[in-house]
């Protein structure tokens, strides 16, 4: 019996657009072009495409939402090498900071945001440097650790509004504002990574996940580079739990809740660790469809577990690198 | 040549280091000085202290007692990345190159590194191609051909001979004074030494200063002006290596004892 197996081949138009010379053809142009314009003008004209379903459109915005924290828990996870399950601790200190800017110091909202962002960050990087020596399951225990800790703190000491939370946030003056503000930040942060991933710092990181010792012998100080890593995942974090308070217009102990940090998980894992992009789709995939599954009552949660289960056993690569392959490659059999 | 120096201030001086991990003696008092521009070989047989000694000098473990000179200054007990930074560098035995990036791109990282920067002149904003050239440049000098494809290939996807050059590789990109190699040569087919024996005489002529730890010593004793001994933790001989080799309490540490 003839053995045969399958082989892949770049196809002609990938090899070709790899240099300068990909913009000498308008196809050429096109091919690296229409996956991205895919993505921006979809997410730009959202929007007006739920213009008549209202409910929709906040779905829309929540997706936004876990998008931004799985893209920081896969840059950390997959760039850097630090498995952070503290998803929900970036939006709690978010949310709350925000809450505290708006409320209590009663900041408008367009300061309030940036503002919670950078400080919820510089607080997370603070709460989050003596984790930092901790590798692999240590730090994402410890990660894990620090939302439940806070809902507990603020529960026992009844301070920030205790259970009932802050309220009152100022909203955002019309809908289109509050739409765009998350689908630009979200696609801002998704190409902004991408590019830092691959500059020079960017490698940088990269080679504290490979090999942290030998970036020591380099002379660079890798508690340093964590950090930084950490500080970037937390702004985008803290940016998405900002934006969440205000979204709501409340701020409460809910937003330390365990979903922010296990969906975009969920949503890295089925979009594809290590792209970025994967983290987007994962999120668009998965948001929606358990808002769809709400009308199952509790019993989502089963279907819930079912697709992500077939997902892992049957496409545990996840999503976005199976498109890119098929998006690159062709196949064919050829015989042993 | 080190004879003949020993009136120089030496580049790196040990006084005493000692070391214990539990109950376990690893480094007993350990002194040795190595001048500039020497190879300076440190042989012993397994266990006997030699890649310890190494990460105590260069602050990857702490040291129990004794201190550390580089050029006169005392940095006994700073970070591991401040040693690199002030210009000790190291390969490791395990050789670990950052796996998922091209081989090229494994350079970028100590080229990045701020003493990199500083004496390269990329401070304050080399453009993004600028690296990539150099790390190339540096490849081709180690011996990893420029126009094949042998550069680009991910790292972790080269033969061993080529993974051991790129550690090399990493250390002079980050244009240290002294570079420890650990065991470069194990593992390495004759031809692949002869090959590397080359760029040991190079670094060595670019005024770069070797420490060698090393358990091929026919290899080592061609490129080696001295050598130091260790069994068991402590220092039993140091000198020109054809000497070291012939001192009794080496043979012993290396056949073993006669038992009467």
Redesign the interface.
């Known amino acids: 019996m003839e053995m045969m197996r399958r082989e892949r081949i770049d196809r002609g138009i990938k090899v070709r657009t790899e240099g300068i010379y990909a913009i000498s053809s308008i196809r050429e142009v096109l091919y690296l072009l229409g996956p991205r314009l895919i993505l921006i003008v979809g997410m730009i004209s959202l929007p007006f495409i739920l213009e008549l379903a209202p409910y929709w459109k906040r779905v829309v915005n929540i997706m936004c939402v876990y998008s931004l924290i799985a893209l920081s828990f896969d840059f950390l996870a997959n760039y850097v090498g630090l498995v952070c399950l503290g998803g929900a601790f970036f939006v709690g200190i978010g949310g709350y900071i925000a809450a505290i800017f708006n409320v209590y110091l009663s900041f408008p909202i367009y300061v309030s945001i940036p503002l919670a962002t950078i400080c919820g960050a510089i607080f997370c990087t603070l709460m989050l440097l003596p984790c930092l020596p901790l590798r692999g399951v240590y730090f994402a225990i410890v990660t894990l650790m620090y939302p439940l800790f806070f809902t507990r703190v603020i529960e026992a000491l009844n301070i920030l509004g205790g259970t009932n939370g802050i309220t009152g946030l100022s909203s955002f003056p019309n809908q289109y504002v509050e739409e765009y503000t998350i689908i630009i930040v979200t696609l801002l942060f998704l190409f902004g990574m991408r590019r830092f991933v691959t500059?020079?710092?960017g490698?940088?990181l990269?080679?504290v996940?490979?090999?942290d010792?030998?970036?020591?012998?380099?002379?660079?100080?890798?508690a340093y580079m964590k950090s930084l890593a950490v500080f970037i995942a937390s702004v985008m974090g803290c940016f998405a739990g900002a934006y969440i308070a205000h979204l709501y217009m409340w701020s409460g102990i809910s937003l330390f809740a365990l979903d922010f940090s296990i969906i975009p998980i969920a949503s890295v894992v089925i979009g594809g660790g290590g792209t970025l992009v994967g983290a987007i789709i994962g999120s668009v995939i998965l948001v929606p469809l358990s808002e769809i599954l709400r009308a199952f009552g509790t019993f989502r949660i089963v279907i819930y577990c079912i697709i992500l289960t077939l997902v892992i056993v049957f496409k545990s690569e996840g999503l976005m690198i199976y498109l890119q392959r098929k998006y690159h490659q062709f196949e064919r059999w050829v015989k042993v | 040549m080190g004879e003949g120096m020993s009136g120089d201030i030496p580049i790196l001086s040990t006084k005493g280091i000692s070391k214990s991990f539990g109950g376990l003696q690893a480094l007993i008092d350990v002194s040795f000085e190595v001048y500039r521009g020497e190879v300076f070989g440190i042989i012993g047989p397994n266990g006997s202290g030699k890649t310890t000694l190494i990460n105590c000098i260069?602050g990857?473990i702490k040291i129990d007692s004794g201190t550390v000179y580089f050029k006169e200054k005392n940095i006994t007990g700073w970070?591991?990345?401040?040693i690199?930074?002030e210009g000790i560098?190291?390969t490791?035995q395990i050789m670990?190159?950052?796996?998922?990036?091209p081989a090229y791109?494994?350079l970028?990282?100590?080229?990045?590194?701020?003493?990199?920067r500083k004496i390269g002149g990329w401070r304050g904003g080399g453009k993004?191609g600028d690296?990539d050239t150099v790390a190339v440049d540096i490849l081709e000098e180690i011996g990893f051909e420029r126009d094949s494809k042998v550069p680009y290939k991910i790292a972790s996807t080269l033969p061993t001979g080529y993974q051991k050059r790129l550690e090399l590789a990493?250390?002079i990109?980050?244009r240290p004074e002294i570079i420890f190699c650990d065991e470069v040569f194990s593992g390495l087919s004759m031809s692949e030494i002869a090959g590397m024996l080359p760029l040991i005489e190079k670094m060595k002529s670019d005024g770069i200063t070797l420490i060698m730890i090393e358990h091929r010593l026919r290899e080592l004793f061609r490129v080696a002006d001295r050598v130091m001994a260790l069994n068991f933790g402590e220092k039993i001989a140091e000198g020109e290596p054809f000497v070291v080799i012939e001192d009794k309490r080496v043979k012993e540490a290396y056949l073993g004892t006669e038992e009467v």
């Open positions: 500059q020079d710092i490698l940088v990269r080679g996940k490979d090999n010792q030998a970036v020591r012998a380099s002379g660079i100080s890798i | 260069t990857f970070k591991a990345h401040k690199a930074h560098a190291r490791f670990r190159p950052y796996y998922s990036l791109k494994n970028i990282i100590p080229l990045w590194s701020p003493r990199a993004h690296r990493r250390c990109a980050v």
